[in-house]
């Protein structure tokens, strides 16, 4: 636990963009709260891994969504069942089923296709608020923690010094 929170501040504290380590959760929502073995998550996960992201904030929130996506599966099946009921997309969903990639890709599973659906519908406000956090916390906590007494006393020790060398 305490290796989660050490690796969670070093993110919030490195000089990444805001905009990668959002980017990191976003892309960390789509593979934590569709159905792990959906196959989606692996044309995710390859973008993921092409694209300059925050690697260590995208694995550590993968297993956040993964917990949340327990509370939000009644939630997706609901979005998706309307979606796959929809008189409107019938032609749509007949279309994609005669296809053997779309078949493959299991948009038919209401819980994989009503995820799916919320994972793109909460993107963008991921994004924004996880950016906002960031920024706002290392404008405000970041620069008060390192300004404080306490923190003086530990960067001038003697420990922090070999830990700082032993990092580089």
Do not use: C
Not at 2 to 31: G, R
Not at 55 to 65: A, R
Not at 139 to 157: C, D, L, N, P, Y
């Amino acid at each position: 636990m305490l290796t989660l929170i050490a690796k969670l501040l070093k993110a919030l504290n490195s000089d990444d963009n805001p905009s990668q380590i959002a980017l990191a959760v976003v892309f960390a929502a789509f593979i934590g709260i569709t159905p792990l073995a959906s196959p989606h998550n692996i044309i995710i996960l390859l973008i993921a891994l092409v694209i300059r992201i925050h690697l260590p904030m995208f694995f550590l929130s993968v297993g956040l969504f993964t917990l949340i996506a327990y509370l939000l599966d009644p939630i997706s099946h609901l979005i998706g069942l309307q979606m796959l009921q929809a008189e409107a997309l019938q032609g749509l969903w007949h279309t994609l089923y005669n296809s053997s990639f779309w078949r493959f890709m299991a948009f038919n599973n209401s819980v994989v296709l009503g995820s799916f659906t919320l994972s793109v519908l909460l993107s963008p406000l991921l994004f924004f608020s996880a950016r906002s956090l960031i920024v706002n916390y290392r404008e405000h906590v970041m620069t008060w923690a390192q300004k404080s007494r306490i923190a003086i006393w530990i960067k001038g020790s003697k420990l922090f010094l070999a830990y700082a060398a032993m990092e580089s």
